[in-house]
């Protein structure tokens, strides 16, 4: 190990980021001045990587869990050689660089996850592992190890407070995800002061019980930590957790150690005398220490041969392997044919709940593209998730495509991103709308990042019942159409079920949420022909009328059967019911799509089992509106829909009021 020179980066990554942040005159100093040397070690000793090739399917995972330290990643992604210039670094926090003020996925080259939201980032880790570990068991064939990598994470006092790490790393222990190594910076700092204001559990120990190695360092011990890497990466069975106690700041002569270089720019006389005690006039801005860019230019040769002997491995594998190697291409670039899946088709008036329509399209796209992976929160029987054929996975089968994630609603949703990130596979998961809210920040996170996972969300509606009103989602649909870049899908019958299931499959740039009912729907009769295609935006014609329409109702999931019996009731007047499966979507359309289905002259009523947010402005002309504006009760459905006033007759009498 070339201490000397590792020393060279790690002081190359104080004077980056000094200067970066003071130039921005924003930004966090402190972690990234911390972790220098553990950022040089990793990056130029531990990391299987190759920096021309960042996507790379083999390539070791490293992940800033504590986003906020993006300096570090910056710094070192320049120095080892990703594309990433010093012109970049000095960009840092402007508009549109590539150097963002929290790490953002697919906007850099070598940055992983997007990162920020602490906790999200160790979460995320733990879906990569289990990519690893899945995909290893898959493709890996006789000699050769095509995957073969491991997951590391940079993890502050911030990130092992919150609760998302705890889930995961609860699932990760439970699971055995031995791939997975994180350093704990334990610099017992965060914004306000001391950790000792609100944290003083033994984090070691709480990971231990987790199932986990734990291990402690000093930070700057690179040897010592290099050592506990290699004994890490001797045991398969178990996650490692190294604590690595450190100064926050470091090699900042009066602040470092005290909260206040957590999140400030050092300030000129801070930086002047950084310098000087760095060796370095105080002029030099953007400083890179000699040796580093030698250092790391003899690395490329090493690393770049590595790549390429894994591409060589790669390719005998193929050769030895045609059917593998077909679905390594398909898994790897998911431009899905869908074609070989039979989806379930129904005949109108059957009767089922879209949960169970759900479950089967779920069981013919599974079955049928094998990359399709997942679970729910401990409500498999009630989100119906589980497919049969697919087998569990878990620590005696790692090919199982059922995920068990436990109770663990904000850990499933960031583990479902950690798989996206890693590539490979397509993750769904499931629980009851009502607790969206408790995954919800990864949903947001997928959004941002632009990541195709898949909510199963079922019992939509107060129709759920006896459970009563914590159970009973009434604002979810409005807080979940708020998210930009996540696709929305309330089908109204079994049918609109699978065609929403092919649109989240085919969907590759952002997350789509299935909004599932717990009780029965009759299968429609659609007036509109091209429904299947229409469908697609947004909103088709379920049910016309002769003419031009007097009265549009636009009705979603579960109310539009009850739209078009109570329109029915009215057979003398002319109205007209759209499905809208997706609101956002039909919103989007020209106007002048959406004046043909739903005329200016015509008036118009939504319905909607929910609050009627976002539903008034759908129309120039205005909409009145049948929804819940309160919380649920319990009791059975029946008696609900008629307490609320959302039954066919109380619906139809709201029509005749209204024309
Ligand atoms: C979920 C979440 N809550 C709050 C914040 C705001 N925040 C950013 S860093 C931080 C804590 C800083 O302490 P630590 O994680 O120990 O980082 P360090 O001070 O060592 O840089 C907080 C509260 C956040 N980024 N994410």
Known sequence: ???????????????????????????????????????????????????????????????????????????????????????????????????????????????????????????????????????????????????????????????????????????????????????????????????????????????????????????????????????????AERPTVIRLESVIGKGAPTMEGKHAVHGTPLGAEECKRAKQALGIPEEAMFHIFPGVREYFAAKQKAWASAHRAWEAELAAWKAANPELARQWDLWQAPKVALSGAAMPEYKTGESLATRVASGKALAALSNAVGNLIGGSADLAPSNNTYVKEAGDFNRANRLGRNLHFGIREHGMGAICNGILYHGGLRPYCGTFLVFSDYMRPAIRVAAIAKLPAIYVFTHDSIFVGEDGPTHEPVEHLAALRCIPNLLVLRPADAEETAEAWRMAYERLDGPTALILTRQNLPVLAKADGAWRSTLRRGAYVVRDCAGEPELVVAASGSEVHVAVAAAEQLKDRRIRVLSVLCREEFARQPAEWRRKLAPPAARKLAFEAGVRQGWIGLFEEGVDAVSIERFGESGPYAKLAEHFGITAPAVAERMRKLL
């Not at 990587?49 to 390539?59: A, L, Q, S, V």
């Not at 306000?192 to 700057?220: C, H, I, P």
């Open 1 to 235: 190990m070339e201490l000397q020179a590792l020393q060279a980066v790690a002081n190359s990554v104080r004077t980056l980021t000094m200067d970066a942040v003071e130039k921005a005159k924003s930004g966090h100093p402190g972690l990234p001045m911390g972790l220098a040397e553990l950022g040089a070690l990793l990056y130029g000793e531990v990391l299987k990587h190759h920096p021309p090739e960042p996507k790379w399917p083999n390539r070791d995972r490293l992940v800033l869990s504590a986003g906020h330290g993006s300096m570090l990643l910056y710094s070192l992604l320049h120095l080892s050689g990703y594309e990433l210039s010093l012109e970049d670094i000095k960009q840092f926090r402007q508009l549109g660089s590539k150097t963002p003020g929290h790490p953002e996925f697919g906007v850099t080259a070598g940055v992983e996850v997007t990162g920020g939201p602490l906790g999200q980032g160790l979460a995320n880790a733990v879906g990569m592992a289990l990519a690893e570990t899945m995909l290893a068991a898959k493709f890996n064939a006789g000699r050769h190890k095509i995957v073969d990598h491991y997951t590391y994470v940079i993890a502050s006092d911030g990130d092992m407070m919150e609760g998302v790490a705890s889930e995961a790393a609860s699932l990760a222990g439970h699971l055995g995800l031995g791939k997975l190594i994180v350093f704990y910076d334990s610099n017992r700092i965060t914004i306000e002061g001391s950790t000792d204001l609100a944290f003083s559990e033994d984090v070691l120990k709480r990971f231990d019980s987790y199932g986990w190695r734990t291990m402690q360092s000093s930070a700057y011990d690179l040897p010592g930590i290099a050592a506990m890497i290699a004994e890490a990466k001797k045991n």
